[in-house]
């Protein structure tokens, strides 16, 4: 083989060897996105519930079934400590009876940017009557978006234990322009 013929060679087998460089690389990039989001997929299925503790849990039962729509649900016999569990929206709550009210919160402290637990509604004025109907007290506010001109409504209260509630309109028009579905 002449050294044209060799060069050519090794030229075409360097080209080919970028180019299995570049495909492989191409591939492990891939496989690395995939890995990642392998690594970070979890066989969780959905929220199951949020715990409460209560002063007293039948005032709770009542303001959650009342207030919020929730279901007084069968909780299983083995537990053998006061409580209720309550069911909807595809959530629980399972309501606890305190045996220390040092560890609930204090009952009429409303801050939006504290704990709280959040449900999406569709109509907000049929909640503010609502909380209007059984003298809950609430603070509304709107935030807004001047980019594109969207709000969020928002209402916040506690329950009768402190526990802050939000009442909120986000959906999702607000996450990539509404294309998301829930």
């Known amino acids: 083989m002449s050294q044209t013929q060799q060069r050519k060679k090794e030229d075409t087998n360097g080209q080919e060897k970028k180019l299995s460089n570049i495909v ?5 990039e891939d496989y690395r996105v995939k890995d990642q989001k392998e690594e ?7 929220l199951n519930h949020v715990s409460r503790l209560c002063r007293n849990v039948e005032e709770s039962v009542n303001f959650y079934t009342k207030v919020l729509g929730f279901v ?7 537990f053998d400590f006061d409580g209720a569990w309550l069911f909807n929206y595809g959530v629980g709550i399972h309501l606890v009876q305190s045996k220390d009210e040092d560890r609930l919160p204090h009952q009429n402290h ?13 109509d ?7 909380l209007e109907e059984l003298n809950i007290e609430y603070i509304k506010r709107t935030v807004g978006d001047d980019k594109n001109g969207a709000k969020i409504d928002q209402l916040f209260f506690n329950d009768p234990d402190g526990f802050m509630v939000e009442i909120c309109n986000f959906g999702p028009r ?3 322009g509404g294309d998301m579905q829930f």
Do not use: G, T
């Open 24 to 28: 492989e690389n191409h591939h492990k």
């Open 40 to 46: 970070h997929q979890l066989p969780l299925m959905a």
């Open 72 to 78: 007084n649900i069968e909780r299983p016999p083995a």
């Open 110 to 122: 409303l801050d939006p940017m504290d704990n709280h637990i959040s449900f999406q509604c569709e």
């Open 124 to 130: 907000m004025d049929a909640m503010v009557k609502k």
């Open 174 to 176: 607000w996450i990539h």
